[in-house]
């Protein structure tokens, strides 16, 4: 009999599989849009997050231990006290130099304590309720998991960006504004030195509006103020000379293999600028100084981020996007240059805003809070969760390696396993770079081709709108399956897996303004990828029946993982090569192989409508 019998278990399945999903979501999607904020490549980011989900690749591998030592139970609360751990520390280590890697090393602990937890909560669901209780509660485990996706896609990054706008000094604002008249930019030939304000510390404009002429001037002129631009703001500490996360000295791959394949990529398919009547002239551009009213505290720095916020975009930001300012450089400007597009030929006008949040404090602030969380959830499972007598250590440890090892041989002698194995890893092989690049665009300024959103917008749109969507599609995805069978929707689902990728392709073309524009695109990349994916999950069980059914739905998951690894690897390469344009393309092109393979399941037509009438 259950020592847990008594307790109902709405008081532990949805805090459970809630705090089964934080650390995943956080591990896959936070730390992308953490480390765009904080400077990071789209290569470096796409790379080393895609290792990540190594942890969920090899979980077969030991998920014989879980059982082999101590309870489900055990495992539970002793992973929840790691996740929190984890996340305290890379709270503490955003902050300090070198914060890539110590951040990413604190990743690690959590993707591999959040991969150990989803293998304890899986088995100690089916341990602790009652055959009949699992198929009930099955959707609404499913719901709180969503709703942690929701949580750490959505209101986190929300919560970031009210800490990033709210942690600085008021915001700056400034208009640019062109004329036909003829204008000709006269730069200072030396650095002024501005005396102290009384009053509250504020960002101080050299002037109040930024006036641009109409008329083109030439690239050699353009690159003069472009270049005294830089080599200002670089001089006096505005700019930080970026360091690489990698060795100075080109390994021999990146000699012999990485470099040359991409110029070679660049060459054939990089984003070209276009031939046109403007050749040998270019817009014309504008400067304005900003500098602080009064001196920073010791040791602090200021950072201020610029972006337009509203107004014609032919009307380019191509210098001053990031500013940092210390006791050194306080009272000296630094430059803020905008560029006219050659084409523009009438008045127009622009609003650039920037913010001086505190980013690395702002993400701190988010990553604490999340330690805090997990601590409850330790303290309130240590007590909340039952104790199913069936919930005990494997004592005979050799003959269970042992039978594992037959287990894990039998998955591959199944029938078609190969066809499965395709499927499992080419399935998601467009969404799996997509998903990887899809915050990056949207935080991206428009001048790198993003549509330039806060933090703020990212976590409403893609964390919010688009979980709450992506959850409709799959709960769509799960009544239709259960009406005609997973072998009568297969090929629509396959469709809506993929074709809604077309929205990004879109968004990256048309580069909309209208909030509503991009969250309808969104959605109903979300939507589709959710209805979609309910394919690819139904397959999972589908191929796992049998004998070993949970090793072997387990080392299903690890393929999955793996499918989305590899590719979202080289995504950020790949895009920083191609563009968002030309990369969007790339995802559609991806989308082909899934509908191959497809073609090649065998399936139960009555698979899905069997289940649903048990």
Request: glycine share 8%; aromatic share 14%; with cysteine.
């Amino acid at each position: 009999m259950e020592q847990g019998k008594k307790r109902s278990p709405w008081a532990w399945i949805p805090s459970l599989y809630f705090a089964e999903g934080i650390p995943y979501v956080v591990v896959m999607t936070v730390s992308v849009i953490m480390y765009k904020r904080m400077g990071i490549s789209n290569s470096d980011i796409a790379l080393y997050t895609s290792w990540l989900y190594l942890p969920w690749v090899i979980k077969p591998f030991w998920s014989p231990v879980v059982d082999l030592l101590k309870t489900k139970r055990w495992w539970i609360i002793v992973m929840q006290l790691l996740v929190g751990a984890g996340l305290a520390g890379v709270a503490l280590t955003i902050p300090v130099p070198g914060f890539f890697r110590y951040t990413l090393a604190f990743f690690w602990l959590l993707a591999f304590s959040s991969a150990t937890h989803d293998i304890a909560a899986d088995g100690f669901y089916m341990l602790g309720l009652e055959e009949h209780k699992q198929a009930y509660f099955i959707g609404i485990r499913s719901t709180f998991y969503r709703l942690a996706m929701i949580t750490g896609q959505g209101l986190l990054i929300i919560l970031a960006g009210f800490f990033e706008s709210s942690t600085g000094m008021e915001p700056l604002h400034f208009e640019v504004v062109t004329q036909s008249a003829a204008s000709e930019l006269i730069l200072p030939e030396q650095a002024v030195t501005y005396q102290a304000m009384d009053g509250d510390r504020h960002f101080v404009l050299s002037e109040e509006k930024m006036v641009i002429g109409l008329e083109k001037i030439t690239p050699e002129k353009a690159n003069e103020i472009k270049q005294w631009v830089a080599d200002n703001n670089l001089e006096n500490g505005f700019v930080p000379k970026e360091k690489a996360v990698v060795a100075e000295e080109d390994s021999w791959w990146t000699s012999h293999v990485s470099d040359p394949l991409k110029e070679t990529l660049k060459e054939q398919w990089g984003k070209k600028q276009a031939v046109t009547q403007f050749d040998g002239v270019e817009g014309n551009v504008g400067v304005i100084g900003i500098h602080l009213s009064s001196a920073p505290k010791e040791g602090e720095t200021v950072v201020l981020n610029v972006n337009r916020k509203k107004g014609d975009k032919d009307l380019k930001l191509v210098a001053g996007e990031r500013l940092s300012f210390n006791g050194d450089n306080w009272n000296k400007n630094a430059w803020v240059l905008v560029q006219t597009d050659p084409k523009l030929d009438q008045k127009t006008s622009a609003s650039f805003e920037g913010l001086s949040g505190n980013i690395p404090y702002a993400w701190s602030m988010t990553f604490v809070i999340l330690a805090g969380l997990f601590f409850v959830f330790f303290l309130y499972h240590r007590f909340a969760l039952p104790r199913p007598a069936l919930d005990a250590a494997v004592s005979e440890g050799k003959n269970m390696l042992q039978e594992f090892g037959n287990t894990f041989l039998s998955f591959f002698k199944k029938e078609n396993v190969g066809v499965a194995l395709s499927f499992f890893l080419f399935f998601r092989l467009g969404e799996s770079q997509l998903v990887k690049l899809a915050s990056p665009f949207l935080l991206d300024n428009r001048e790198a081709g993003g549509l330039g959103l806060t933090t703020s917008d990212v976590g409403l749109i893609y964390g919010t709108i688009g979980i709450v969507f992506l959850t409709l599609g799959g709960l769509l995805g799960g009544w239709v399956a259960s009406n005609k069978g997973l072998k009568y929707w297969i090929w629509w689902m396959t469709l809506s897996m993929n074709l809604p990728n077309l929205t990004y392709v879109f968004l990256s073309f048309y580069t909309p303004s209208s909030m509503w524009i991009i969250s309808t695109s969104v959605a109903i990349e979300q939507f589709g990828y959710g209805f979609g994916f309910t394919a690819y999950m139904l397959y999972m069980i589908y191929f796992a029946e049998g004998k070993s059914k949970t090793a072997h739905f387990a080392i299903c998951t690890g393929f999955m993982a793996l499918g989305m690894m590899v590719p979202g690897m080289i995504s950020g390469w790949l895009q920083e090569i191609l563009g968002y344009q030309n990369f969007f393309i790339w995802v559609m092109i991806c989308t082909i192989p899934g509908f191959f393979v497809v073609k090649f399941l065998k399936i139960d037509p009555t698979f899905g409508i069997k289940k649903a009438e048990k």
